[in-house]
Structure formats: C-alpha cells, structure tokens
C-alpha cells in the first residue's frame, strides 16, 4: 500500500489534517507519517525530519509527500536528496493542496491505488470545491465525457447532507473494489460522468439529499458491481456507521446526561421495589393514581418529606409574527446570548467545581457552525426565534441520530442550551417550581439543579437522569437530598400529594401512612444529629479506634470550595482540579495568574498541604488557546498527562507555579491518567529542569504522586513507587475503564459502580504495590461513600479525599473502624462476585 | 598568493558568520516583518548556535566535514525556507570540498560557486526575484573574476563583499516573486530582502577570517 508523509511548518495542522484523512479511510491501514514543526510549538520544516518520516511510511510501494508552503516544499525536495536512490525514486512530492490532497490521496491509497494515481488523485484534490464555487476545475487526466455501455441504474440518495465526504469515501472504497469500470452522474443535474474510484471527481457531481445518481458499469463483473452500489446506496452509504466516531465538531460536556430511565430496569431496581414495597404505605398510593413508584438511585442523600411539586414551564412556543429587518433580528439573537452568557457564567462560579457542564453550554453559544446557520436564516427574512429554534434544533438532531452513544448524549445539552437561550429571546421565563416541598421532573439541566433554592426544595425526584450526572453531582454539593431515574410512574403523581424519599437508600414513598411518615421522621432527624455530631468534631483528625490516622481531605474546583474544604474541616486538599483556571478563556494563566490561585486556595486552608494536579483536559474538554485533534474517544485519547507532554510549555508552566508556591507551604503535585513509569520520568524531568532553573533545591514540602486511573497502572503500582510520594487512586476514572461502563450512561449506572469487586482488587493492587513508604489515596467518588470508609482502610488506603461537605461524615466513618476488622472485611469484598454482593457485604442499601 | 583555506580557517569563518547572525538577528527580523514572516533573524540564529555547539562538541577533522554537518544541522533547526536553502548551499560546498585536507584559493571559489549552484537548484531564483541569489551571485562571480585577474584571495574577497553588498542594496527596489514575500507583490519594493541581507553576512565572514593574506 502507498505511504503518505504530511509536510507542514504546524505539527498541530499537520496532525489535525491526518485526522481528517483517518476518518475517511477508517479501518484501513494506510501508513501516514507526519514531518512537521521543529516541535510542538516552533513553525518549521526539516529535511531530516521528512526523509525519516518517508523511510517509516514506505511498505515497499512508495510514498506520496504532501506539502504546506514555501519551505515545506524546499524542504521536501531537499529530503529527496538524503536518501538513498531506490527509495528516492519510490517518492512522489504531489503538487495537490494539503488538506484536500491528503483525503483524497488516504482514500485512493485505501482503495489500493498505486503512487502516481494517489498523487493525481490529491494533485485534482480541488476539484470539488472549485465546482461547488463556480470556479474552473482542475484539469483531470480523465474526463470521463460519455458512461460508455453496460448495466446501469440509477438511485435516489438519502444521506442528510447528500452525497457528501464521508458516504463519498464510502463509494469509492467499493468502486475500487469491484472488478468492473464504475461510473456515476448526478441525474438531476445531468452532470457529466465521473469515474465512481476518485473522491475528487465525484465530489465535483455536488449531489445532495433527495437528488438522483445514475451509475453505470462496464467489464467483467458490470452487473454485479451496479448492484452493489445500488445497495450501498440503499444502506445511505453506511453513513450511521461511519459517522459513529465522527459528526458533528463535539462541543463537548465532560461527561453526558440523562436518558430515558427505563433503561436501567435491573435487578439492582428490583431488590430496591422489594424494600420499597416493604413500607406499608408504598402501596397506599391508590388514591393518588400515581401508580406504585417503586425507587430509584440513590444520587444525594438525605432525607427529604413534603409535597409533590412540579416544576411550571410557561410553554416554549416559537410564535408565528413576522420578522422584521435582518440587522434586528440578528441583534435579537446577539443579546439574548449575551444574557445567557451571563446566567451561565453566574451559575459556572456559583457551582465551584463541579459547574464544568456551564463551560461546554458556553461554547456551544460560541459554535460556529451554529450562528453561521441562525445568522443565514435571519439573513434570509426568519425571525430570530424561529432561526434560533430551527438550527439549534437541527444540530440537537444530529447528535441525535449518531450511533456513538457518548455523542448521542450530547443533544441533552444542546436542547437544554437551546431552551435556556429561547426563552431568553422570548422573555418567557424559565422553569420555576411553585411553592415548597420535593420536586418531581422527568429530568433536571444543570442550570436548573444549580438554580434551586434549598430553602424550598427538600429533596428532589427524578423520573429520569443518573447519579453520575451533573445534575445529581451538583445536588449533592448543594445538600440537597435526591433519588434519581425512578421511572416515568413518578410523573403521575399528583401535585401536593405527600411524598418522602431517603437519597442515601433511594426509597421513595408516595403517601406514606402516618407510621411510616413518624419513622421517616425520626430516621431523619437521627441523620440530622449524627451530622451535627460529626460537624462539631470534624476539625479533629480521623483516627481508627485502633489508632490508625486516615487523612481526610477535600476535592476543590475553586477558592469557594477551598474556603468551603476549611469550614468543613479538611486535614488538606487532596485534588485541585486546576481546569478551572484554564478552560472557558483565550490563553493560558500565567505563572504569576497560577501561583496566586494555588497561594489562595492554601491560604484558605490555612497551611494545610494542598495537592495540585496538572491540567486533566482531552478531546472532550478542548482549550481554545491549544486545539486537540477531534477524537472518536476522547476517554481513550490524549488527554491528562499524555497531553500535557505534548504541550511542553504548558506543563513546565504549571510545575514552576507549584514549585514557588511550594517554597512557602506544603505542596503535592500530581500527574493525571498516567499509564508507563516512562510518561511519569518524563513529567519528572521536567520537574527537575524546573527546580534546577529556580535553583535553590528542591523545595522542603514537595511531594509527587500520580492519579491511579488506568487499570494497568494500578497493576503496576510496584514499578512506579520508587518514582513517587503518593499515588491517589481516581476511583471515577478507574471504574469505567476497568468495567469498560461510561459512568455517565444511565443504562450502566448499576455496571459503572466502584464497590464492584474488580475495582477494588484494583485498589488492593494499587495498596500493596506502593508498599511502605508509599502512601495511598482515594479521591474519587468511592472515597465519598460513607460506607466504604472501613473497606478502603482496610485495603490500606490512608488519605480520601472527598467534595467538602462530605469531609466530617467521612471523618466519623474512619472513626468508627477497627483496622483488624476492615482488613477481615476487605479480604471478603474481594471474593464477592459483584458490586451489589459489597454493599449487602456492608451493609448499607444502595 | 599561497593562501590556504584549511579545516581551522572554514570553522572559523562558520563561527563568524554564527556572530554576524547573531549580532543581526534583529535587523533579520525587522527585515522580514516588513516582507515575510518575521522569523528569518530567529530562524538562523537558532540555526547557527545550533551549527557552533556541533563544531564546538566535536571538533571537524576536514573542511567537508566542517560544511557538510553545518549543512545538516541548518536543514533541521532552521525551520524556515533559508534552512534547505543554506542546508543545500553547505551541502553541496562539501561536495565541492571533496577529500581535501585545505583548499587554495581557486578551490574556495569553486566551493563558494557549488554552494551557489545548490541555492540556484533548490530554489529556482532567477536574478532580480529579490532574494538571496540577487547578492551571492554577484558575490561569487566577482570572487571568479578577481582570482582570475591575479588578485589574492583577501583583495578577491573584498571584491566580492562589496559585489554582495551592492546586490543586496539592489534588492530593495525589487518586487519580490519567491517565497512568502512574493504573495504581498508590489508592496514587497521598498524593502530590503533579509535573505540576501544573512547571505550578505556569509561573505563579509569570509572576507573577515579568510582576507587576511
């Protein structure tokens, strides 16, 4: 197969236009080398560079080099000449554009083609957009006038977007397959014919959704290969497949939302009716036609009694009135965004942390794409309500229709976006809940948990959703208890009908009888006291009756939450998620913006150690100062410290702010999603570089650890000890990577659950791998879970780290553990067969 | 009339190009913010320290050796177009070069007039396209011409710094058609081309170290 070398002065263009290649050839491997940059950062070309990068991607059929400008053609011809004779007359420098050239080029080598039809392929790369513009096209070996004989037929294309790259690329790849001479033409345009094996030609037909191709073959097996297209065509070219990893720019939350509840109809679900059931009063719901809500998650706990209230809508009608000029409707537009911005910018500083969902609805406010559409509808006479509501609408649909279940959930938080920024226009306000008691919604946006007012709200009830989603997280920050994805017979209940809920079982109870209501009563309010109790110690450290300490820390996204981590008592921050400071703006902080928000967060904490981990971002979280290659899986991507060693700069910015807050307090630093001592040696060195630069030594309180994220890592724990102060086990992260279960997905809730006993071997791998010196810590959301305190310790964990209004419950919990007992315990969760196994092995209900 | 161009002679006239870069990186930049992309200063000094730390680590036994890994090390930490273009320039005075242990006179004008060839293949300039051939050109044609009327090689070099210097000056008029410059068309006259400006450097550095016979 013909190789391809990408030449550009930009690694990063270069790297992104290789994505764009791989899309199209997917699964076949085409070698493409990339020779770009003098680093990540430095624009630049170098010979050496080219000729390495042609020597790797040549299997023996040739190279074609794609070239950027200017130096990067001088550069390439000079490559020519570094290497050795029979390689050097394998090569082709193609004169076709970059980007167009190299897809073309990918797929035409994907097809088989040999080197001199890749580069005229790539070299014709032009042809599609200059039709499209009405400019000449590219001259073309093959004119392709006349279909010549043969079977021929013609099909209607459905694919949304015609015949576009992707289904084109499709079209190809079989063309090239078939033993026969394919031809197409667009039949409603009565195009001329092109040769159905160049991406470039057909791309020139512009066919769109609902026009007609006629395709025609000749030679042997002309029969048979019409039919073939015509079926390819009958499956819209295999575009739901190939789009899967693909579609649509994703803006991107950090994990998605919601989804209809009946999906988690499981056996955990079952277990819980049964208990549920076991409330007499459960099925005294009869006057209520509320049906027999049974339970649901658990997603924050607490105890929660009062009447059903149901979140009021004014109704979101787009209204038929005419538009007016253009300029004022875009101006509509323009400052309805501006007021949305606002609200979402509010919400992001009052949620801390865990308010990261407001950061992706802000950029899909941004989106290009987006108001280049809403702006060509105005500007062809729609209102802006109108124009706003058809293309938010189209792109929500989009996700909608994709295969990939984690894009598909991004339409949650296009329509919810969408409807935020709707009734902005509109001036209909947004979804309030009348009066006081326990709201029951089919689903809740983060704006909308954010917006509640806990002085009104005892608890919440949702038909839908997961507790893993932002909604449930930013619950749970704000004390508010909630039972989640109970199912749609919630809905039904009627409004000031009584209900309770406990957030920590996930038991739901519609028109308790009296009894019950006095025992829930009495339930919560020994919650209520226990909290009181751990408050009034939660500043003591948490020591095991035997007289282990166990250092309970908190989770912090902001100086807020710091202040929040002291009030509750945190012996130290365990986790500063320092994207906060870097997502949502147009360059990266300084080292002085850095260093002053580390020296804010531990001037909160008093002189307590704070732990800062370098930017965890990926594909899914992009920064707008350094673009990432879109991938299918940004989970399984570049992301954590795999991407901050790509930005070197970045990194060595990070490492000099901790290092200079370090000569004042103590400070850990810690290294996201780590998989090889090899990753871990280089961020050292780096580390090193930075202290040698500052001089004065390493600093006294510096310590440096790695998050436990990836299975492997885990397992591995011995060979990264010798490396490390500390390792701290992302529980979040390790669990859906070990159970291969989005944990945001709601039909995995049950699947995605850290007490699952493959997990916690982890964890115990992770524990005796470290070995003395080596302290071991949890600060994922298992270090949270009240009840797994004493099996944590008992595996060896010595630090949970967790959000700050947990830390004094956490604190009692170690309290209450015997280390013999734990260890005892511990050993047993390990040859339970499943997470629900470990909870009836605890004894706490889920 | 014997002068000879040893190992020691072209590292020391490298090293003094390496200063005349360094000492002119910002009038390399400035020049090239007006016509280019205002990197041609930073792109060959970060060239020419990287070429002197080379020569400086691991001394060259040969005059090849000299300009054959100062070629290779322009063509990877340049970046720019100057870096296959000087890269190819000290490429082929290598060449040129061949096995001997120093060179006379007339072998310094041959290898002057390789490495002009390699600028005229790599880049394909035609006189007056305003670039760095506009000033080497001149430079080693009156470098031919003046060892051929029996001048020594300082008076020789003389001569063909000042050929430099006048071509150089000569750019400025001109409208640029090679390389970034070329897309401004007419808004490139006015302005001097830093390429021939740094190539201009290259011979004052031999007119410097090698002049003095």
């Not at chain 1, 987006?370 to 109108?386: F, N, Q």
Request: charged share 20%.
């Amino acid at each position: 197969m013909v190789g391809l070398v990408v030449v550009s002065h930009s690694r990063v263009l270069a790297g992104a236009a290789a994505a764009l290649a791989a899309e199209m050839i997917q699964g076949v491997p085409v070698p493409v080398e990339i020779a770009a940059g003098l680093d990540d950062e430095t624009f630049g070309t170098d010979a050496v560079a080219i000729a390495e990068a042609v020597a790797a991607a040549d299997r023996g059929d040739g190279v074609v080099v794609l070239m950027d400008l200017g130096s990067a053609v001088l550069s390439a011809e000079l490559a020519l000449d570094l290497m050795p004779d029979d390689r050097r007359d394998r090569v082709v420098l193609c004169p076709g554009p970059l980007v167009e050239g190299l897809v073309a080029a990918a797929v035409a080598a994907a097809g088989g083609a040999g080197r001199d039809e890749v580069a005229a392929e790539a070299t014709a790369g032009l042809a599609g957009k200059q039709s499209q513009l009405g400019a000449p096209a590219a001259t073309s070996a093959d004119t392709g006038d006349g279909a010549g004989d043969g079977p021929s037929a013609t099909v209607v294309v459905r694919n949304r977007h015609g015949l576009h790259a992707r289904p084109a690329a499709r079209l190809v790849a079989l063309a090239r397959s078939l033993d026969a001479q394919v031809r197409i033409r667009n039949a409603d345009t009565g195009s001329p014919w092109a040769p159905a094996t160049s991406l470039s030609r057909v791309a020139t037909l512009g066919v769109r959704h609902g026009q007609r191709i006629e395709v025609r073959a000749s030679g042997p097996r002309a029969r048979a290969a019409v039919d073939r297209v015509v079926a390819l065509a009958g499956r819209a070219f295999d575009e739901t497949e190939e789009t899967a990893g693909a579609g649509p720019q994703p803006w991107a939350a950090d994990q998605p939302r919601g989804g209809p509840a009946d999906q988690a109809e499981d056996r955990g679900r079952a277990a819980l009716s049964g208990r549920a059931e076991g409330g007499p009063a459960a099925q005294a719901s009869g006057g209520t036609g509320a049906g027999q809500p049974a339970a649901g998650w658990p997603a924050s706990p607490g105890i929660a009694i009062g009447p059903a209230r149901r979140l009021s809508a004014a109704p979101l009608a787009v209204p038929d009135v005419p538009a007016r000029e253009p300029a004022r409707e875009w101006q509509r537009i323009g400052d309805a965004l501006t007021a949305v911005r606002h609200d979402l910018a509010r919400l992001r500083a009052a949620t801390g942390g865990e308010g990261s969902i407001f950061d992706a609805h802000l950029l899909l406010l941004d989106d290009d794409d987006l108001l280049a559409e809403v702006r060509s509808r105005t500007d062809a006479g729609e209102s802006a309500p109108r124009a706003w509501a058809a293309a938010t609408d189209r792109i929500a649909g989009e996700f909608e229709a994709l295969a990939d279940p984690y894009l598909k959930a991004r339409a949650a938080d296009v329509r919810a976006v969408a409807d935020q920024t709707l009734r902005a226009l509109l001036g209909v306000p947004g979804e309030v809940v009348a009066g006081s008691g326990v709201l029951i919604a089919a689903d809740l946006t983060p704006a909308g948990a954010a917006g509640l007012d806990p002085g009104r709200i005892a608890g919440v009830l949702l038909a839908s959703g997961s507790p893993a989603a932002h909604s449930a997280i930013l619950l749970r920050t704000r004390g508010i208890p909630a039972v989640v994805g109970a199912g749609p017979a919630v809905l039904e209940i009627a409004d000031g009908t009584p209900v309770a809920l406990d957030g920590r079982t996930g038991e739901v109870l519609v028109a308790p009888a009296e009894p019950v209501l006095a025992e829930l009563r009495a339930r919560a309010r020994d919650q209520e006291s226990r909290r009181r109790h751990a408050a009034g110690r939660a500043a003591a450290p948490a020591v095991t009756r035997d007289g282990v300490t166990v250092e309970v820390g908190a989770n912090v996204g902001s100086p807020a939450d710091a202040r929040a981590a002291a009030e509750h008592g945190a012996d130290l921050v365990g986790l500063i998620r320092t994207e906060f400071l870097f997502l949502d703006r147009d360059a990266a902080p300084d080292v002085a913006e850095q260093e002053a928000a580390w020296r804010e967060i531990a001037g909160a904490l008093g002189g307590r150690r704070i732990t800062v981990r370098t930017l965890d971002v990926g594909g899914d979280k992009p920064l707008r100062y350094l673009p990432a290659p879109v991938e299918a899986n940004p989970f399984l991507g570049v992301r954590g410290l795999r991407y901050t060693l790509r930005h070197p700069a970045l990194l060595t910015d990070q490492l000099l702010a901790v290092v200079r807050v370090a000569r004042d307090v103590p400070v850990s630093v810690m290294f996201p999603m780590v998989s090889t001592v090899g990753e871990l040696l280089r961020a050292r060195r780096m580390l090193d570089d930075v202290i040698a630069r500052e001089g004065g030594g390493p600093p006294a309180g510096l310590r440096v650890g790695i998050m436990v994220e990836v299975p492997s890592a885990a397992l591995k724990a011995a060979t990264f000890a010798p490396y490390v102060d500390f390792l701290s086990i992302g529980t979040n992260d390790l669990t859906q990577y070990a159970l291969a279960a989005e944990r945001g997905n709601p039909a995995l809730a049950e699947l995605a659950d850290g007490l699952d006993p493959g997990v916690l071997r982890l964890i115990d791998a992770a524990c005796r791998g470290a070995g003395e010196r080596v302290t071991v810590a949890v600060c994922g959301e298992l270090a949270g879970d009240e009840a797994a305190a004493p099996l944590l310790t008992g595996l060896g964990v010595r630090e949970l780290s967790v959000t700050p209004p947990a830390v004094p419950a956490i604190k009692e919990a170690v309290r209450a553990t015997d280390r013999a007992a734990a260890a005892d315990l511990a050993r047993a969760a390990l040859g339970r067969p499943d997470a629900a196994a470990v909870r009836a092995l605890l004894g706490a209900g889920r | 009339m014997t002068a000879t161009v040893d190992t020691a002679a072209l590292t020391a006239w490298v090293r003094e190009f390496g200063r005349l870069i360094a000492a002119g990186r910002d009038l390399l930049t400035e020049l090239d913010s007006a016509i280019g992309d205002a990197d041609h200063g930073v792109n060959m000094d970060r060239g020419m320290t990287a070429v002197l730390a080379a020569l400086a680590a691991d001394p060259p036994t040969t005059p090849a050796d000299v300009l054959k890994r100062t070629g290779m090390t322009l063509v990877s930490k340049v970046g720019g177009a100057s870096g296959p273009l000087y890269g190819t320039a000290f490429l082929r005075m290598a060449a040129a070069a061949g096995a001997a242990d120093a060179l006379d006179a007339p072998g310094y004008a041959k290898v002057l007039r390789a490495g002009l060839d390699g600028v005229v293949a790599r880049g394909k300039p035609a006189a007056g396209d305003k670039t760095m051939y506009d000033a080497l050109a001149p430079a080693v044609d009156a470098l031919d011409e003046a060892l051929a009327a029996g001048r020594p090689l300082g008076e020789a070099l003389r001569a063909a710094l000042r050929a430099a210097e006048q071509g150089r000056d000569a750019t400025i008029p001109m409208v640029a058609r090679k390389g970034r410059a070329s897309y401004l068309g007419e808004r490139s006259a006015g302005h001097q081309d830093p390429g021939a400006t740094s190539v201009t450097m290259l011979v004052s550095a031999a007119a410097t170290v090698l002049g003095g016979d």
